[in-house]
Each structure stands twice: as C-alpha cells, then as structure tokens.
C-alpha cells in the first residue's frame, strides 16, 4: 500500500513539475477572464448586472467583482491576482488594463 501511495505521490510531483509553468499562471488568468468578460457583457453587450456575475461565476469563488459604472471599469481579484478591464468604445469593445 505504502508503494502505490509513494508512486502516486512521485506520479503527481512529476506531472506538476512538467506543468510548472501553467500552474503559476493560473492564479492571474481567473481575475483577468472575470474582468474582461464582465466587461465585455456589461458594456459591450449591454447585459444586466445580475446576469453578468452569473457569466462569469467559476467553480473558484472570486474574492472582489467590482463595476464602477461611470468609468465602464471593472475589477476582479481571485486568487491574490487582481486585474482590471476597461470599455474602450464601440469598436475596440473591452480589454485588460496593465
């Protein structure tokens, strides 16, 4: 039994590892979907905000999804990442801000 536990525990390092890279981008791609789809259905769209924070609900809760409606700027945090989105006008729609 302690053999199949080492092995799945080896198994797992050696799959992390090789998904080093991926694994450490995650955190910031969960706040930075939210924000930009958020916006994109908010200002884009034109989508009410109730159904706007149901497009964009992930299995892992965000800590912050915040619109600041006068600016068409939206924030969201998860993870310890916090990104923002931006409209920009009709024809360039939504983007993520630096």
């Known amino acids: ?3 199949v536990v080492l092995l799945l525990l080896l198994a797992v390092s ?3 590892w090789h ?3 991926a694994l450490a981008d995650f955190p910031g791609i969960l706040s930075a979907y ?3 789809e958020y916006c994109s259905c908010r200002f884009v769209m034109g989508f ?3 159904y706007c924070r149901g497009y964009v609900r992930q ?9 600041d409606s006068p ?3 939206v924030t ?6 916090r990104n923002q989105a931006a409209w920009q006008g009709h024809r360039e729609g939504c983007r993520l801000l630096p």
Do not use: T, V
């Open 76 to 81: 969201a945090e998860g993870l310890g990442r």
């Open 59 to 67: 299995y892992l809760p965000l800590g912050l999804l915040k619109e």
């Open 1 to 3: 039994m302690k053999r």
């Open 14 to 16: 050696a799959w992390a």
């Open 19 to 21: 998904e080093r890279q």
């Open 71 to 73: 600016r068409r700027l």
């Open 48 to 50: 009410p905000e109730a």
């Open 34 to 36: 939210s924000a930009k």
